[in-house]
């Protein structure tokens, strides 16, 4: 299973403490590993992970792995299978699996049954009818208007307008007689298909719980916790515990050997989620594994995770006023300072909290992420940032970026709207979803080109949480990420992504503002 180096690396250049998972790039005898892995061709994308080890004997190589199945098999020749207990997953899984699949053959032939149809479409008959008839009964009205208009009679104007109601009333009893078979069927079918989705979801829980009980962890101590207890008093998300990551720890947990570095890398064609490159290096996940991950490195000398955000490096004087008056501020933000503290209360250093200090209140009307640099717009007062929030709905704020993409882009310019949503396996990251997704919109321009970059004009017109970051790595977007995004890209010293103009009238005195900072990239 092992993979030996040759020739084997000097110890100079072994890690003496574990680097974190969650680090990227990962550690160079890793990525060692990295490029001496060989998968054979892939229909779909998949995210391998590798785990340099050391032996009883103190020789080096590397385990592999890959997430969840590969070619619908848990287990292929040279990597580690599966944490879970295969005898004891096998006792239930395959009768579990074919009752679910009994009820969901059920529940189709419900939710296909022929009164569902014959109940829209005679729902659709009957809206034909009434909507000839009103149109009969509304030239009947222009006509008695003219007939008024004309010194006709009202009283029998009155009677035929009557009629045309009273016509109306018995067109939809006959139709409620008529549906009224179809619709009590058509509830029916409701009620029973929602019974047996319940009652598969149901099943399905339980079965979930049963597959999760078969999953038993170590860590570098020797103690051993299952799968649910690890995410105590929380269950454990789908998938957990089927990553490369944790196969490979508990693998060498198992065959004694002695972790030494780690690293996950994406092979094959992008996801439909468009998150993922070929040949890219990523982090550990942290809905799935982090929890799994923490507990396993346990009695392990390991680094710690990295913490984004952590801004005691930036000067204090930052972040560097443009304009400002005694309404608003718009600031210069620098890189690795965050916009507002951070959620678990763990990060408080940000633009809001300095802005506060410096000026006894400050309301953030937009957030540049941690890793953009440019101009942000802070109000003064609740009311002035209720009216800058007004004008940013209504669009009467424009911003617009420069971004250095790695990799040359075709075509000149254009727009790309791709909905977005928070992958909630992996928060922050973001994801493409037509369906459950936010709409999103942007407007690009090339500025520049050579052999091995682009550099692009962006224009959002909506405001989603790394909208500009997706459009442009997404194979639907512009397939190109930009330079040193270390979430949807490869991570450098910084992020090329800066936020170069901001424009807007002043929402007390009507005033056009018109800011431009150029990057100082």
Not at 106 to 128: G, S
Not at 434 to 463: C, F, M, N, Q, Y
Request: one cysteine or more; hydrophobic letters at 45%.
């Amino acid at each position: 299973m092992i993979t030996y180096f040759d020739p084997q690396p000097p110890e100079v250049d072994v890690p003496t403490v574990f680097p974190s998972p969650f680090a990227v790039p990962p550690h160079p005898i890793a990525m060692r590993a990295i490029a001496q892995l060989e998968v054979g061709p892939l229909a779909e994308g998949k995210m391998f992970g590798v785990l340099v080890v050391r032996d009883r004997e103190g020789h080096l190589g590397y385990l592999r792995a890959f997430s969840g199945m590969l070619d619908g098999s848990w287990h292929r020749a040279g990597f580690c299978g599966p944490v879970f207990d295969h005898a004891a997953r096998e006792a239930f899984w395959p009768a579990g699996e074919a009752e679910l699949g009994v009820l969901a053959v059920a529940q189709r032939e419900v939710d296909a049954d022929p009164a569902r149809a014959a109940h829209a479409t005679l729902v659709a008959a009957h809206a034909a009818e009434l909507a000839a008839l009103d149109a009969r009964h509304a030239e009947r009205k222009v006509a008695r208007t003219a007939a008024r208009a004309a010194g006709a009679s009202a009283s029998g104007l009155d009677h035929e307008s009557r009629g045309d109601s009273a016509e109306r009333r018995q067109q939809k009893a006959v139709h409620a007689t008529q549906l009224a078979p179809l619709a009590a069927r058509v509830t029916e079918l409701a009620a029973r298909s929602a019974a047996l989705d319940e009652q598969r979801a149901a099943r399905s829980r339980e079965l979930l719980v049963a597959i999760q009980d078969t999953y038993r962890f170590a860590n570098a101590r020797g103690e051993v916790r299952s799968l649910r207890a690890i995410f105590a008093p929380d269950s454990p998300p789908g998938g957990a515990g089927d990553c490369a990551a944790p196969k490979l720890l508990a693998h060498a947990y198992r065959e004694g050997l002695a972790p030494i570095a780690l690293a996950e890398v994406w092979l094959g064609p992008p996801p439909v989620a468009g998150d993922r490159r070929a040949h890219t290096c990523y982090p550990a996940c942290r809905g799935k594994c982090a929890p799994i991950l923490a507990y396993v490195l346990e009695g392990l000398a390991a680094a710690p995770a990295p913490i984004f955000g952590d801004a005691t490096l930036i000067s204090s004087d930052e972040p560097r006023t443009v304009f400002e008056d005694r309404w608003l501020v718009v600031v210069a933000k620098p890189i690795g300072l965050l916009s507002v503290p951070g959620r678990s209360g763990l990060l408080t250093d940000s633009v809001a909290t300095r802005l506060a200090a410096r000026y006894g209140a400050a309301h953030v009307v937009h957030r540049l992420d941690l890793d953009v640099s440019g101009l942000m717009l802070v109000a003064k007062d609740e009311v002035t940032y209720v009216i800058l929030q007004r004008m940013f709905a209504r669009r009467e704020i424009t911003k617009r970026y420069v971004a250095v993409l790695d990799g040359v882009v075709s075509g000149d310019q254009g727009s790309i709207e791709l909905a977005l949503r928070v992958d909630l396996e992996d928060r922050p990251r973001q994801i493409v979803d037509a369906v459950h997704g936010k709409s999103a919109l942007t407007l690009w321009r090339v500025l520049a080109r050579d052999i091995r970059s682009t550099r692009v004009e962006l224009v959002p017109h909506t405001g989603r949480t790394h909208q500009l970051r997706v459009h442009c790595a997404h194979p639907a977007g512009l397939a190109t990420p930009i330079v040193g995004d270390r979430l949807y890209g490869t991570p450098a010293p910084r992020m090329l992504l800066h936020a170069e103009h901001l424009a807007f009238a002043h929402p007390h005195s009507g005033e056009r503002i018109a800011l431009e900072l150029p990057a100082a990239f």
